[in-house]
């Protein structure tokens, strides 16, 4: 598959957000084309990373399916000839389309990130071990990095255009969308992570935490949108390398992470704009864990 790092496409564009383009179908389909960018600490890097958009886009398409009796969703079609009869100008498009591009129903956006949390870990962590809360919000004390939580935690939080998202308490959530919509979109939330968490957990992986998007349509009902349940918007562990009080190795770009972190330690990068380039076995290292991912959650190798 050829790296893509920006489409252009026949259609209107209506955004390009850090990894995928966002393209109008008539009035009520969206093209979501994943890219191979790759962004970290809210900086998009040079070098794009093989693969990366079509274990986004067919990850979550092969979640969808199995969400389908679960929670509305928004996602119509990854079948390209599919995407081309819906919209014909793609016809000289395909290899754009192929294992990258997801039709989806367009709705309204509610602007929060719907996180839970089964595992104490990440900016949830730092904060705790700060000041024993989440959002402001008190949690159990004697907590330990990566303790599971059980129920698990809803955590939302702001949905931000630039710079990153804001953890916000489930009251500040139902004051800006409504109290109503609140409380479903946490219940939602609840269902399909744990649908998902016991789905990983059969495949020997834990999923600690993830973060899901909504919208609303027509008629008003709550939609799951955007990516589901990938390393990009989730936080997955192998279950055999899960130990209370460490930082187990994760599914994602954490070798990215890694990197940045040694440059910006050792001084050679100010955390900003433009990045450092990244080494080849970065970015290897980086493909080889979505990949990865990928084959230990469907059980079959990506191949597109």
């Not at 990894?19 to 809210?42: E, N």
């Not at 009869?85 to 367009?106: E, I, N, Q, S």
């Not at 909504?214 to 955007?226: T, Y």
């Amino acid at each position: 598959m050829t790296l893509l790092t920006r489409s252009d496409l026949p259609l209107d564009l209506i955004g390009r957000g850090k990894v995928r383009d966002i393209y109008a179908v008539g009035d009520d389909q969206l093209l979501l084309i994943a890219t191979d960018r790759v962004s970290a600490f809210d900086v998009v890097m040079a070098e794009p990373v093989p693969m990366k958009g079509a274990v986004l886009t067919q990850l979550s398409a092969w979640w969808f399916r199995r969400l389908d009796a679960v929670v509305r969703h928004h996602m119509l079609s990854v079948d390209p000839d599919e995407i081309i009869a819906a919209a014909p100008a793609l016809a000289a498009h395909r290899a754009t389309l192929v294992g990258r591009a997801m039709l989806c129903r367009r709705v309204t956006v509610v602007p929060v990130e719907c996180v839970v949390r089964g595992y104490l870990s990440g900016s949830a962590w730092k904060e705790y071990s700060e000041t024993g809360t989440l959002a402001g919000e008190p949690l159990p004390a004697g907590l330990r990095k990566s303790e599971r939580l059980d129920p698990p935690v809803f955590s939302p939080a702001t949905k931000a255009e630039t710079g990153h998202d804001e953890n916000i308490s489930i009251a500040r959530m139902a004051a800006d969308v409504g109290a109503d919509l609140a409380a479903e979109l946490e219940a939602l939330s609840r269902t399909v992570y744990e649908t998902g968490r016991a789905l990983a957990a059969e495949r020997g992986l834990i999923l600690a935490d993830t973060k899901f998007e909504f919208g609303r349509d027509a008629q008003g009902r709550a939609v799951l949108i955007d990516e589901v349940m990938t390393p990009d918007s989730s936080r997955y562990w192998p279950a055999a390398g899960w130990s209370v009080g460490e930082t187990p190795p994760s599914f994602d770009k954490q070798p990215l992470r890694d990197y940045l972190d040694a440059e910006r330690a050792a001084g050679r990068w100010n955390g900003e704009a433009p990045p450092p380039p990244l080494p080849d076995a970065v970015v290897a290292a980086t493909s080889t864990r979505y990949l990865e991912l990928y084959r230990r959650m469907t059980g079959d190798d990506l191949t597109v």
